[in-house]
């Protein structure tokens, strides 16, 4: 019946589109329009997709990539623009939430050995970039520019985005699942916590970026520009954190709306550089819930509507991404993708091994911290404008691949984990 | 930056002064709260919008418009979910017969003060004519704010204040099913026109709201009954802005024929609550927003016309209410209450700004804004008066 109701809205939609065209009338979508349908058919087929393996999450990204661009075209690139702050809106939320559900101070115990995990995924990375950037100019002809005077560069920008996950998956699919809380929150801890680690080199690289002239970057300024970036980002979630503590004290209910007012007065002030903001929302999303009876329960609240953030966020992610096959990069691709899933595996085996009470969970979640999204996106989009890199647009579209390949894998995998993980615990 | 100086000084001395003076009992010490609330994010419009620091430009209001049409079109939904056709048959009929009366009679006097008013302020006629209807729509309705002080009042059982809340809700209803008869005129370029218009968006409703409730019935966990309202709103509020319907009423009849089914009826009412608050506060914001004041209809819409709105008010429920719905002697802590505006005021003013970015439509819409704000702080001091008598 659900998926009748979809298709007859489509139907209409798109009757009403040919209509208007026919007409010589707009034939742009109303992002109203286009909300409410994404939001409904997303979750239809989230629902319909949904079983022990597969999370709700692969059908939005499923038929985000069916009606997007790439796909049937239903959402046109200029639809996509057009939902950009709702987009950014959400993206901010997801981060507030990410920061919200930071549990370091309930599951003390295993919180001091997360950033040995962090340590042992970014070392592991690096070695393996290092190494990959050493042998593929070697095999492939087509790489030979992996051997420039940039390597370094490309080596550390290759690692930085590998290493990043998306704590907007492993929310998504946490909620989902009814696996042993614990390990629920160490997943989204380590993966919050790296993510919250690496904006800071992307935001350097961001602050590089404005420094650049002809002669090379400026470093004075660009130090001065980074301090001043830090500290902004210090003051707006400091600010914005016990703001909304206090509005939560006396107004609760309400304070979503300031959040709301926060990301369009942010949104409109457009010299913030995305990382800044998002790790201020991230720290936001801590300050509020430190302590507080009434911030736990608030971002509580958040959690348990937050299904139409999910849906609209990974539907329009994975329409906006642009997914076509280039066939001269496809084996560095998939090197690129074994490469990250075999040290990824083998870093978390070998660290949870070590640590017995959770060894249990080492080979199920070993697996678990495939997925990327929308964070290391905007990562690789502020890296692809830095000037003077030669063949920087290939190495980002390499990357963009990837981490569409990931957004793909990643959920599902992490599913199996936490549902053999809550099996093995069961039995 | 003078008009958002003015205000804040203006307000911050108000709030001193209520909160000094008057703010004793725990029932005005809630009405008082309800002020501060919904005074920040009409304070914050002002700031961020043309009359302060203008951060929000152009393309910016384009990229927030689905928020806008989904907040419109909430208070419509909202209503409707309840007040379904089968909820309307079983009020009993005096009370509807006094909520019509009520409205018909508000909606008169006000709109000939209105006309009046935007006449000697030497508006163009258009703006007259459109702005004297969003004004009397937004004066019109009873607001269920004075439930706050009610629920405290102890002389009045609670079935009293339900008796209130119905009075409210249909005067509510009225309101909606006016305004979404009388804003198409603002689009409409003929009478056949303006009568499809109302006959499509009525169908399209009717139409979009069985579909939902459709899909309301498969669904197993709260979660897909929020996905599927969100979905129905931002459809309907998107079809509105792009056929020129009114978002208010489309919703409104959609939800009615989702109450209608009456499945799962409380929980769906119970989804859509946490969106209430937010809904109005960021409509107040952009009521804000736009926010022009007048040197002399600002002050005369905001005292006067909630004094003469209080004259008819308290005249109507002396004639009507205390004689056919309920015999109750003791009227006046009714009257006080009468006093705040209708909660469907900053929709209209939002909407009014909508379809006329014109200079008058900033003045109505940030006259009826500030409207709004003063009807609480006005309540507060008419109860203090009323404790002391």
Redesign the interface.
Known sequence: ??FL?IL??TGLTVGSQYLSRYLNLPTDL????????I??SG?VIG?SVKNKTLPMLTGFILYGMLVGPEGLNLITASDLE?????RFMIFMMMAFLAGGRLELKVYRDFSKKIPLLMAGHLGVLLLGTLLLFLILPVLFHPFAFLKSSHAPFYILFTTLVLASGSPAVVLSVNRENVSPVRIKALVLNTVTLTSMVLILPFLGHGVLLQAMTSKGPEWAQAFLTFAFHLFSVIFVSAAMGLLLRFFLK??R??L??FL??FI??L???GDIYMPELILSFMLAGIIVRHHSGPGKGFIK?ISR?S??FF?VFFTLTAAGIRWFFIPSLIPILLVLFTMRYVFLRFSTELILRRWREESFAARPLSRGFVSQSGLTLCFISIASSFPGISHLQELCTVLTLLVFLNLLIGPPLLQRALYRIKLFRET | MGTPLILCVTFLMVFLFLRVFCVRTEATREIF?ELV?VSI?FM?GVY?GVSGLD???DE?M??????L??SLGFQGLYWGLFFGFRDIRYFDVNIKRFAALHSFFMFTGILAASYILLYLAHFPAWEILIGGIYLTLALTQISSASLLFLKKFRKHSSSFAFLFKTVSGLSGLFTIILFGILSPMGISTSMPHFVLNLLAQVLIALVTGS??Y??IK?VNQG??I???L??????N???S??FGFNPLLINLVSGMVISSGGFRKQQIQDTLK?LV??VI??LL?YTGLSLKLHPWLTPAIVPGLILLRFILNRWSFRRFFTKQVMQVEEIRPILTSLIPLGVLTPAIAVHLHLISSSVYSGIISGGLGLAYIAGYALMILLIQWEVHR
């Open positions: 019946m659900s109701i007859i809205l109303n992002p109203s329009i286009l909300l409410g349908l939001l409904v979750w629902r057009s939902l950009e702050f709702i006396h107004f209910g309400e979503i709306f709301i007012i369009i007065v949104y409109g002030n609240d509507h299904l139409p849906v | 709260r609330i994010p914050a961020v951060l929000m430009t910016l384009v990229q927030t418009l689905p928020l049409e989904f579909l939902v459709m899909g498969k979660e897909g929020l996905i599927w969100l979905s129905l709103l931002l459809i509020s998107g079809m802005y792009f946490p608050r937010p506060l960021f914001f």
